[in-house]
């Protein structure tokens, strides 16, 4: 099974601000298949991106998504008070495994 | 637009079975897999197992095998996710969701993202 390690555990940042998410895999990850998901509390977890780079249909450019092999990361350009929540990663190559999360707090 | 709405809360002794429900629209039911994932207090998501909505083959996470059973109706558009022997552990938030991506025909197994997510089942276990 592939274990991914997201880092850091929470990111106290504010409004405007730029955000960076890494996750790790403990192997490569095949094909970059690599998914990212938004969660609020209460919700559902919301697709962000695909294929380690390629946006969700409606999601704002600026999200955006990189990294091959074992190294990803997601970056929110301009954090956005809709945007305050946590951010989980996706495997898909083997077996579909999950990040523990990145919560992403109002600083 | 494309919709999963999940049964309601269940609350169950431990030993006890629960199913839940996955009613789609807005897709064509047989074109996907449904696929089921779960979220324990504090703990990361984990991925149950999968449902070809056409043909009905499943696949499912070793941790689960033997406890999960995943059928569907197709003239109901309706995934199901039955899961036995019931312990205290298994209290969670269960999802269903559509699995988009590949099908690898070489190892038999989708290599799916999942879009949309239905929106959730608490599932309680408690004597």
Not at chain 1, 23 to 45: D, E, F, M, N, T
Not at chain 2, 107 to 127: E, I, M
Request: hydrophobic share 30%; charged share 15%.
């Amino acid at each position: 099974e592939i274990v991914l390690t997201q880092s850091p555990g929470a990111l106290s940042l504010s409004p405007g601000e730029r955000a960076t998410l890494s996750c790790r895999a403990s192997q490569s990850v095949i094909s970059s298949y690599l998914a990212w998901y938004q969660q609020k509390p209460g919700q559902a977890p919301r697709l962000l991106i695909y294929g380690a780079s390629s946006r969700a249909t409606g999601i704002p450019d600026r999200f955006s998504g990189s990294g091959s092999g074992t190294d990803f990361t997601l970056t929110i350009s301009r954090l956005e008070p809709e945007d305050f929540a946590v951010y989980y990663c996706q495997q898909y190559g083997s077996s579909p495994t999950f990040g523990q999360g990145t919560k992403v707090e109002i600083k | 637009q494309v919709q999963l709405v999940q049964s309601g809360a269940e609350v169950k002794e431990p030993g006890a079975s629960v199913k839940v429900s996955c009613k789609a629209s807005g897709h064509t039911f047989t074109n996907y897999a449904i696929h089921w994932v779960r979220q324990a207090p504090g703990q990361r998501l984990e991925w149950m197992g999968w449902i070809n909505g056409g043909n009905g083959n499943t696949k499912y996470s070793q941790k689960f095998q033997g406890r999960v059973t995943i059928t569907r109706d197709t003239s109901a558009t309706t995934a199901y996710m039955d899961l036995s022997s019931l312990r205290s552990e298994d209290t969670a938030v269960y999802y269903c969701a559509r699995g988009r991506g590949d099908y690898d025909y070489v190892w038999g197994t989708y290599r799916n993202w999942f879009d949309p997510w239905g929106q959730g089942t608490l599932v309680t276990v408690s004597s």
